[in-house]
């Protein structure tokens, strides 16, 4: 009987029709059993919205209570051994306050949208905006069919007459929901239209069929769907506008973004400018999204579609299908430590960093030997183009003829230095004396990484620099695609920041792992103030960088962790994971936009194809999203331990490359080193460095026996 009903579209008693699909004309349902159907569905979409409501509460309190946990017992501490790898107690400080400010701002903005979605369901606001927007068009169509310049277009012969025709059989489609018809001339096309598509369900396809595939949705009903959506996620947009503010603000007064390029100044009409497109592409995009929900069938092509391209893009990735346009360099570059900010004469760009990545002109490089070049250049997308050329026997720093037309010498050595192995040595003429121009060989290190890979028989592609400085000074490392062609990413964030006055490029990890604290002293963060606009405030803005660079060896086993994933086929049982998780999700949307049981329990008499959805996006679906995210995070963070463990097993170099590298990443990003297991559980889709760290060092002992020391013994030694 209940799945005659849902077929049916039987579900409520109640004598006022509102939805899309009137139960007076539901065939094949003798009259005098209507009542009686429709009264055994009275109690059951009440429960389905207690359950639903009952779950996505209980899902909230879960985690907020674990938030709450989490922000009054974080301590910042690194385990038993380790706590030399802070640089001072204020970095631990400055790791808690980060992270709690970070929990905070989240709390707050998941209970905002908490109390919002249960204000919603309480009041049943999806079924009644959706009444106000239907009202607010039919009152449209009332005052068109009234209005004076109705009847002057149907008098005036300057428009003609088909386009009239034309426009105006559109428009009534639009209408159609809404019981109006604007002109008068478009009884003609409607009555052809009607006998199509009575010609075509008597001629290819039965009634059954027909309604099996499709829904009886018209032109205007999907627009309004795509309106309503619109409506509902720029709503939801501006809710979180204040939050994503103060994120931003964070962000900027811990020094993880660049505040050359990214201010808090600019946000508001950023926000403006967000809204108004999300106002103007917004409806057409859901109004695609609803052509193909709108079928029974529509949520497996919504999910078969994309998941087939995922698929076969992993398997023929190509750099342009990640954004990546650098290919790491061949030959030496050079890398900025330690300069200050420095004044620019370009009003526009009032304030620039010099701590930035120096790739060889081309055209010296084919003339020249590696370490005889004379001439490098920024190629990333941070404000100002900087050269370094030597001068006279002295290297300066400058800017670049169609940036700064003067070319301002910005920086120079202190005394002459014949080539690249005598600048690494000099001091500069700003900044103190931390302040070294390194350099890196990109060949050497390409050589490592294709000759690991080589060794286990692991296919790369090509190797790409990732310009992440521009934006964040956080590091970050990726290998992506599937089978033997993968792409490697290396974030030029890997390479920046200081590596102490003595040490060389290629140092050890054990001689690295003192490098001084990520967030440097910085003058007062700028704050609101617009440093493009007309040049009138040109105060130094906060700046800060990585301060603990990688190593060549950390680098290579970071990289080895990440091609563990594609040998041990990490990447294809990802795939196969999204492909199972998104299949539930998806068929749970399109049961939500489609089921008349649904439609009850939003207090809908029959389904309202973007009423079900968008009650889906915010009330069903982050719970089931949720539940199923704590599985697929598991299998993840499995996978990690086990990507570790392969480098670790390659040589015991690769393992402590690797614990170093974990911990430079910790330090450079205040993440915390231990955080509670049910706060992994719930939110970290990596383990945390501790049981990680942890995890290595069994490892090596495993597989090193008695002749591995871990790096806590050595630490601990007198």
Request: charged share 20%; proline share 5%.
């Amino acid at each position: 009987m209940s799945a005659d009903l849902e077929k049916q579209g039987i579900i409520t008693q109640s004598s006022e029709h509102y939805g899309a699909i009137d139960p007076k004309k539901v065939t094949n349902v003798p009259t005098e059993k209507l009542p009686l159907l429709l009264g055994r569905w009275a109690v059951a979409p009440d429960q389905l919205c207690r359950i639903g409501f009952a779950a996505y509460v209980t899902w909230f309190l879960i985690h907020r209570m674990a938030d709450l946990a989490y922000i009054c017992s974080i301590d910042g501490r690194f385990p038993g051994g380790l706590s030399h790898l802070y640089p001072s107690d204020a970095q631990r400080y400055e790791t808690i306050s980060y992270t709690r400010q970070v929990l905070l701002l989240g709390l707050a903005h998941r209970c905002l949208v908490f109390a919002a979605v249960v204000a919603m369901c309480y009041f049943r606001l999806f079924a009644k905006f959706d009444a106000a927007l239907r009202s607010f068009f039919t009152s449209i169509g009332d005052w068109w069919a009234a209005s004076s310049l109705r009847a002057f277009c149907v008098r005036s012969s300057v428009v003609p007459l088909h386009l009239l025709s034309t426009i105006w059989f559109c428009l009534t489609w639009l209408m159609a929901p809404f019981g109006r018809c604007l002109w008068p001339i478009c009884q003609r096309p409607c009555t052809w239209l009607t006998n199509l598509k009575d010609r075509t369900l008597n001629g290819r396809l039965t009634n059954e069929t027909w309604k099996l595939v499709c829904f009886p949705l018209s032109f205007g009903e999907l627009a309004l769907g795509g309106v309503y959506l619109t409506l509902i996620s720029c709503f939801f947009f501006a809710m979180g506008t204040p939050f994503m503010y103060y994120q931003q603000v964070i962000d900027l007064k811990f020094g993880f973004a660049n505040s050359l390029s990214v201010s808090v100044a600019n946000f508001k009409g950023n926000v403006v400018a967000m809204i108004i497109s999300m106002l103007i592409m917004g409806p057409p995009k859901k109004f695609m999204f609803l052509v193909i929900l709108q079928y029974r069938i529509g949520w497996i092509l919504m999910w078969a579609v994309p998941m087939l391209a995922a698929i076969y893009g992993q398997y023929n990735i190509t750099a342009g299908m990640m954004g990546m346009k650098m290919v790491f360099p061949t030959g030496n570059f050079a890398v900025g430590r330690g300069f200050p900010l420095v004044e620019t004469p370009v009003v526009g760009t009032p304030w620039m960093s010099l701590n930035r990545l120096y790739f060889p002109d081309p055209f010296s490089q084919s003339l020249a030997p590696d370490d005889q070049v004379s001439s490098f250049y920024t190629q990333d997308k941070s404000k100002g183009a900087l050269a370094l050329a030597k001068h006279d026997g002295k290297w300066a720093i400058s800017g670049t003829g169609w940036f700064d037309p003067n070319s301002k010498v910005y920086a120079e050595t202190k005394g002459p230095a014949q080539n690249l192995e005598e600048l690494k040595q000099q001091s500069w003429s700003v900044g103190g004396e931390q302040t070294r121009m390194g350099v890196r060989s990109g060949k050497e290190l390409r050589d490592k990484l294709f000759g690991f890979a080589a060794d286990r028989r692991i296919g790369i592609g090509d190797i790409y620099m990732v310009d992440g400085s521009h934006r964040d000074a956080r590091a970050n490392a990726f290998v992506t695609g599937a089978g033997n062609h993968s792409i490697i990413g290396l974030y030029d964030t890997l390479f920046l920041g200081n590596r102490g006055k003595d040490q060389e490029e290629d140092a050890d990890q054990e001689e690295d792992a003192g490098s001084p604290s990520m967030i440097q002293d910085m003058s007062e963060a700028i704050q609101g103030v617009d440093v493009e606009r007309e040049g009138q405030d040109r105060r130094a803005p906060w700046s800060s960088a990585v301060s603990a660079a990688m190593n060549d060896d950390e680098i290579v086993a970071i990289l080895a962790h990440e091609l563990a994933h594609s040998a041990m086929k990490h990447m294809e049982m990802g795939m196969a994971t999204q492909v199972f998780t998104s299949f539930l999700t998806f068929a749970t949307l399109g049961w939500m936009a489609s089921s008349p049981l649904a439609a009850a329990a939003l207090s809908l008499s029959a389904p309202i194809l973007h009423v079900g959805a968008c009650a889906y996006d915010h009330v069903v679906g982050p719970p089931l999203t949720g539940v199923m995210k704590l599985f697929t995070d598991g299998l993840t963070r499995h996978n990690e331990y086990e990507a570790d463990a392969y480098a670790a097993k390659i040589s015991e170099k690769y393992g402590t490359g690797m614990q170093t590298a974990l911990a430079k990443l910790t330090v450079n990003s205040n993440q915390d080193p231990d955080p509670p297991f049910f706060f992994e559980a719930l939110h970290s889709d990596h383990p945390p460095f501790a049981r990680r760290w942890a995890h290595i060092d069994e490892t090596m002992k495993a597989t090193y026996g008695a002749g591995y020391k871990s790096l806590v013994d050595a630490a601990e030694k007198p």
